[in-house]
Every structure is written in C-alpha cells, then in structure tokens.
C-alpha cells in the first residue's frame, strides 16, 4: 500500500473508536441462478454473487437488514476474514454487535452486485462481460446485456428467497449502493419496511450523468480497449488506472485532498522544465489508482456507468411516478460537501416523499471528506440511525 493509500486508511481509523474496530469474523458465500431475466429483457446464462451475513437469522426471518454497496465497493461491508486483516469492512463503524445495525438484534446481509468493478478481486464473486459466456466458451465483452440498478435488486431478491426470506426490516446503502436501496423501496414495496440512502439520489440528472462519463470515456479511448474485446490480449490497463484517478478523486472534497496532499504544488521544479513530468500529487494518485486497477476490470466500469447513468427510481416515465409506489419508511443522509453526488439530488427525492405523504425524513452528514463521508464519517449519524431502525 502506497503513501497515499495508507494516509486514507489512518485518517480513516483515527475517526473510528477503538470499540468501532471489528473483532468479528465473517466468511464469503455464493449465491447461483440461472437464466436470468434482465430489465432490459435479455437473458443472463448464470449469474453467481458473493454475500456476507453479520448476526443470526430470527426463526421468523423477519429481522433481516440488506446492505447495498457502493460503485468501487463490495459485499464486506462489516468484520474481518481473517485476524492478519489489516481493516474491516467499510462500514464496521455502524455494523456489528451493539452498534447502530446491530448484529444482536439483526441479521445483515450484504452481497456483490453484478458486473462488480473489481472482479479479479480475490474476496469478490461477480458475473459480468469479464465472465465466459457458456455459448461461445470466451468472455462475453460487449456481448454481456446492458444492466440496470433493478437487475442488481432482483438478484439480491433471488438471493434472499433462496433463503427463505420474504421481507426487509430495513435496506442500507451508500452512494451506488443507495441507488440500489431506493429502487428496492419502489420494486418491492410491500417487503421494505425501511430504506436508508447515503450519500445518494433518485434519479442521475444531466449533470450527473456527464460527470459520469468521465470515468467511461479514458476507457473506451485506450487503444487496447479495442471496443472490448481484449481479454486474449494487453487489458486497457492506462485507460482503467484514468478511469480510477478520476472515480479517486471526484469522491473527495478539496479540505481532505489538499491536507493529504500538501507537500504538492505550484513550486515544484520539475514540471516547469520537463512538460512530460507530473506534479507530486499527480503521481501520488496515479500510483493510489494503479493498486486498485489491478483487480477492476475495464468493461465491467463501463457497465457500472452505464447502470448509475440510467438510474431513475422505479425506471418509468418521471421520478414522481415512480416514488409514488414508496411504502416504506425513508432516511436521506447526504453529505453537506458531496460533489460528486451532490446533496439536492437526495433532497429531491425526499420532497418529493414528503409531498406524497410518505414518512421521510432528511439530514445531511458534515464533514471534510464529501462523497467519502458517506463511509468514513457515517459514524456522526450513528444514533440517528440506530433510532430510525427501532
């Protein structure tokens, strides 16, 4: 781990306490279905997902609470692997015994969506264009169907009817996550009794999907990208570790960038002699992007864009139709200093509840991270949530 990636990690620490740190262990498991139907109506072969559970399944199985996960992130959201883990999952802070998803009182589950950016990730199960396609035995590419956030809800539903569970206490999410969690509230509206968005919207807007296409565009420009069809030759490795610098980047604010980035600037000598040479912080995030490169794949970032720039909740002809199928009770928590989802989307959702005369209620995290806040200052909205899940 780089400098820069061990400063993130620290700072991110630091603003947990010691009782925050996760002391339990959890194992990854899979979920299998076969010829699945997508909303944009082709079918999938076979679909496999990884998933974690936290606390135990009541004899009910009405204390369940899904977690959603974010676009760069999968299904650990809570615990550790293994005791040599050197951080738990993203949102150990809130997630575990005694804390505000509590594992004494509910059972979690979190699983990897579809086409999951990181597939060659060790600790990640996904089906995606990197997967073989059984009709021609080779990677599906840009032969793998479109897929939407309601595909990557309908997989977790096949999930947690394979297991016998029919309702939803809650479902959780952070920023893509949240995206996911929403649309469960409007898919299945009679088996969500609450829903939580982090950091999210309700639907991308012109702006958002733009900004969105940054993180595409690097790709699809590397000439190895070769329309996608690289997976018997060199990857599009620049044109991902582009993509990445840019995810990297958007997802902080300039209070947290600049700190962790100090000892750059506008003084440096090499680049005022050498145009080809990088400023400091340049190199530090290109070097930050490069380390999780390794395990993304390139197609499968284009699809997760395409995905979030298609999001509208409920998928029909306006925002509204589709917030009006809602029944269950909504939590909006923004982050004051998002730029990347920035906080009037989520606001938008929730006047529109309000409006409608649904329970919502709205807060907005502050903090010095923006989009990351969502993950290392979820913590402040602790009780909060804790309350809103009684």
């Known amino acids: 781990m780089n400098i820069w990636l061990t400063s993130i990690a620290l700072l991110f620490l630091m603003g947990c306490s010691q009782d925050a740190v996760s002391s339990q262990f959890v194992e990854k498991k899979e979920f299998v279905t076969e010829n699945f139907a997508t909303h944009g109506g082709e079918t999938i072969a076979e679909v496999r997902v990884g998933w974690e559970a936290y606390g135990t399944l009541n004899a009910a ?74 009709a021609t035995g080779k990677p599906y590419g840009l032969d793998f169907p479109v897929v939407t956030i309601r595909d990557f809800v309908n997989v977790q539903k096949m999930l947690l009817e394979s297991l016998g569970i029919e309702r939803l206490h809650a479902v959780v999410g952070a920023s893509m996550g949240s995206l996911q969690a929403l649309e469960w509230s409007v898919a299945y509206p009679d088996q969500v009794d609450r829903m939580i968005s982090v950091i999210g919207m309700g639907e991308s807007d012109p702006w958002t999907i733009a900004t969105l296409q940054q993180w595409a565009n690097p790709i699809m420009a590397d000439p190895n990208w070769n329309n996608g069809d690289y997976y018997a030759a ?75 720039q298609l999001f509208m909740a409920g998928h029909g002809e306006s925002l ?45 995290i502050q903090g010095p991270w923006g989009h990351l806040d969502g993950v290392f200052t979820i913590a402040t909205k602790a009780e909060k949530i804790r309350l809103f899940l009684q």
């Open 61 to 134: 199985k009405d204390n369940v609470i899904l977690i959603t996960h974010f676009f760069s992130g999968n299904s650990h959201a809570a615990g550790r692997y293994a005791e040599t883990d050197p951080f738990p999952g993203y949102w150990d802070a809130i997630i575990g015994p005694g804390k505000a998803i509590d594992t004494n009182k509910f059972y979690v589950i979190s699983s990897d969506t579809l086409v999951n950016q990181e597939p060659h990730n060790p600790n990640v199960i996904t089906t995606g264009p990197a997967s073989i396609n059984p």
């Open 320 to 364: 509204e139709a589709g917030l009006s199928r809602v029944k269950a009770a909504t939590l909006f928590l923004p982050a004051a200093n998002d730029l990347l989802l920035q906080p009037y989307l989520a606001q938008r959702a929730h006047n529109i509840l309000k409006q409608q005369g649904n329970t919502t209620d709205y807060e907005e």
């Open 234 to 308: 060199e990857p599009p490795t620049a044109g991902v570790t582009q993509a990445v610098m840019a995810i990297t980047l958007q997802a902080q604010h300039p209070l947290i960038f600049n700190q962790l980035n100090a000892a750059s600037s506008a003084k440096e000598k090499a680049p005022l002699h050498n145009i080809r040479s990088n400023f400091a912080v340049v190199d530090q995030l290109k070097a930050a992007a490069g380390a999780r490169a390794t395990y993304a794949d390139a197609n499968h970032i284009l699809y997760l864009v395409r995905a979030n």
